[in-house]
């Protein structure tokens, strides 16, 4: 969190908050409170709990992708039990400052960014009920706000007033927890919107890489790649012919699909046919799109040659390659995703790997 103090602002808010009486502040809430369930709500798509310190925190992702921890739970993560006041459904100050940050001792720690980020989310849950809650990376900015302010106490008097002492203990506990995992990624493995993320993106990568129609046939892999292969494994290149051992076949798998971006070799070889030998039918970079697959593979075969060119054996190419262009890996347990269109047979007119 970035310490920017924005007095102006915080001052400016509380001179508006003042200047209103109480009658007025109750109906600006009540107004509010209907306006706020009124409109078209996003829609909780996933939803889980998970432990963090001492708590027991609730979140959800939502259409957008925005992931939130619900009202109640980030409270109680806090320190804090008080419940929202009646009719409101939120906890926060004419100011839009939510309840544990409007006391004048905290402001001094509180950044532009976080300020601007204390907006509450309002939401339909799965089942269709209200919910409440604020972005889940508020959590760890609100507890550095805390800590903040207890070492300016402890630096200027040595002690902390003992009404901020519970709120203080939660957010050391809630830093202490955060240390080693992520808030986002809490939120994601509780709610299970992790692996539909993975499966999401993955699709999202082949759709950019893998065309739905069968490209014309253009000579793409360079007689060095395959000479380079040949030295590399000690082999001698045959002179009269362009016949190649039939594993060459995986080794271009291994060097060149498997690296050029996740699921991309995995879904090649779905859409592409067998012949009644056992061969493919066709090229496999015939599939690739021509605005970002094609382009990608041949910058990576420029890659591989060089390497193949600086390396004494097919170890030591391997061990390059390996460092440069590692491969890309499904995440372990994600389904391998599908793309929507289908093989048109009619269009299969290539030969061979």
């Known amino acids: 969190m970035t310490d920017v103090k924005n007095p102006a602002r915080v001052k400016a808010a509380k001179a508006r908050k003042d200047a209103l009486s109480p009658e007025r502040r109750r109906e600006i809430a009540s ?30 992702v939502l259409q957008n992708g925005t992931r939130i ?26 100011d839009e400052l939510p309840f544990f940050l409007q006391a004048e001792a905290l402001k001094p720690f509180i950044s532009d960014d976080l300020l601007q980020s204390t907006t509450p989310i309002f939401y339909r849950s799965k089942t269709g009920g209200k919910g409440v809650g604020y972005d889940a990376r508020l959590l760890p900015m609100v507890a550095e706000v805390y800590l903040r302010f207890r070492d300016a106490e402890l630096k200027e008097s040595g002690s902390v007033p003992a009404r901020y002492e519970r709120m ?3 957010a050391d506990v809630l830093i202490r927890a955060l240390a080693n995992v ?16 993975t499966q999401d993106a993955l699709a999202r990568i082949l759709n950019e890489y893998i065309a739905k129609e069968l490209q014309p046939y253009v000579p793409t892999f360079p007689p060095e790649f395959y000479k380079e292969i040949f030295r590399l ?15 060459f076949g995986c080794l271009t798998n291994e060097v ?17 046919p067998k012949l009644a030998s056992g061969r493919l039918s066709t090229h496999l970079f015939r599939r690739l799109t021509q605005t970002r697959g094609y382009p990608k593979l041949k910058e990576h075969l420029g890659a591989v040659v060089t390497m193949m060119q600086l390396s004494d054996d097919w170890h030591d190419f391997m061990k390059k390659l390996n460092r440069l262009r590692p491969r890309f890996e ?24």
């Open 31 to 60: 107004k509010a409170a209907v306006s706020r369930w009124a409109g078209n709500l996003p829609v909780a798509e996933h939803e889980g709990d998970f432990p963090l310190g001492k708590s027991t925190v609730s979140s959800a």
């Open 69 to 94: 921890i619900t009202q109640a739970t980030f409270l109680r993560a806090l320190g804090r039990s008080r419940s929202p006041k009646a009719g409101t459904g939120v906890l926060s100050t004419v």
């Open 168 to 170: 203080i203990s939660a």
């Open 182 to 197: 992520g808030i986002i990624a809490l939120v994601d493995e509780a709610t299970g919107f992790q692996n539909f993320r």
């Open 233 to 247: 494994r000690n082999l001698e290149y045959p002179k009269d012919s362009v016949k190649r051992p039939q594993y």
């Open 256 to 272: 060149v699909y498997r690296r050029l971006a996740p699921g991309v070799l995995e879904e090649l070889k779905a859409v592409t």
């Open 330 to 353: 499904l995440p372990k347990g994600a389904p391998s995703p599908q793309l929507s269109f289908d093989y048109d047979a009619t269009q299969d007119t290539g030969k061979g790997l």
